[in-house]
């Protein structure tokens, strides 16, 4: 099978088995958002959702952010994971925000990814999701891992991922893409074993049944 037939076939597939797929982070606005992408880097987003309710109500804004306490950050997001490489992203990028851009956050890839701690994956989720504007693919653990599974992409570098997806999926679907790879990742095409038995792409996957530790039910 073709790739772009490939690509076809799995995206169609997917559609059907998550239709709502979307962020699981929980946010009210495009600050909130950033800051809770900014947390999720090696951890998962219900643990996100568990320290930034205090973190929010603590900083509500980027200025109040901008002059907080490290120390105090640290200790609210701890549970996070690297919180210290974590406080020192989400105070710098809250600074920019203020010195830069008024207190808003940027609305644009590139006032984003000027931002420190933001690169690409970031930005796409935050633009998408808090501003309704889709400029790629966000690459995240699971969309890498499920690209190369998938026999979509042979890079493990994200931005050439994203470039590879994007060639090969119409770019009104390419927010669906993000969330639909996520889901199926961490429901079924899992990092360690895979259930390829009861996954419904397994005869369009060039990696079902030879990954290492693959399951034959859920």
Avoid at 102 to 130: H, Q, Y
């Amino acid at each position: 099978m073709e790739r772009v037939e490939r690509a076809r076939a799995i995206m169609d597939r997917l559609a059907g088995l998550y239709p709502e797929a979307h962020v699981m982070l929980d946010f009210k606005s495009p600050f909130q958002l950033l800051i809770a992408v900014i947390l999720s880097a090696q951890t998962t987003d219900v643990g996100v959702n568990k320290v930034t309710p205090a973190l929010f109500a603590r900083f509500p804004e980027p200025a109040d952010l901008a002059a907080a306490d490290p120390a105090e950050v640290e200790e609210l997001i701890r549970s996070t994971g690297f919180f210290r490489n974590k406080t020192k992203a989400i105070i710098g990028a809250s600074q920019r925000i203020v010195s830069e851009f008024d207190g808003r956050v940027p609305d644009t890839m590139e006032g984003l990814i000027s931002l420190p701690g933001v690169a690409r994956k970031t930005a796409n989720i935050v633009i998408a999701n808090a501003y309704g504007v889709v400029e790629g693919i966000a690459v995240d653990t699971h969309v890498l891992r499920l690209s190369r599974r998938f026999g979509l992409s042979e890079h493990t570098d994200p931005d050439k991922v994203e470039r590879d997806l994007m060639g090969l999926f119409p770019r009104d679907e390419w927010y669906d893409v993000n969330y639909r790879f996520i889901d199926h990742g961490r429901a079924v095409c899992t990092a360690k074993r895979p259930a390829c038995g009861p996954c419904a792409l397994n005869d369009v996957c060039p990696a079902a049944f030879t990954v290492k530790g693959w399951r034959a039910e859920l």
